[in-house]
């Protein structure tokens, strides 16, 4: 698994090179952004998978290997793919997916 809560200044002054961008970034703000990754109780990662910054994976949620996880995961979802999407719920008796606990 890859998980990285950073990420690099590419738009804030167009033209500039991305290097020179996060110098000036870390000079104005003091850092680069940083935006979490937080992960529940109880989950299940598969190997290589890829979680981007400020995602956040649910509790007993499981992430399939290889998979590429760009927005956040609800609780006891299975997710896999590139990007990740839905599989399936763990829950019982849960058919819609707007339904789901977040």
Do not use: K
């Not at 995961?73 to 839905?86: I, K």
């Not at 849960?94 to 606990?101: E, H």
């Amino acid at each position: 698994m890859f998980a990285s809560s950073g990420t690099h200044v590419v738009d804030r002054w167009p033209g500039v090179p991305i290097a020179e961008q996060e110098r000036r970034a870390i000079e104005a703000d003091g850092s680069l952004p940083d935006r979490p990754i937080v992960v529940g109780d109880d989950c299940w990662i598969g190997y290589g998978a890829f979680i981007a910054p400020g995602v956040r994976i649910g509790d007993g949620a499981v992430v399939g290997a290889n998979s590429v996880v760009t927005h956040d995961v609800g609780a006891y979802d299975v997710v896999a793919g590139s990007p990740a999407r839905v599989l399936r719920s763990l829950l019982p008796d849960v058919s819609d997916a707007r339904t789901r606990p977040r």
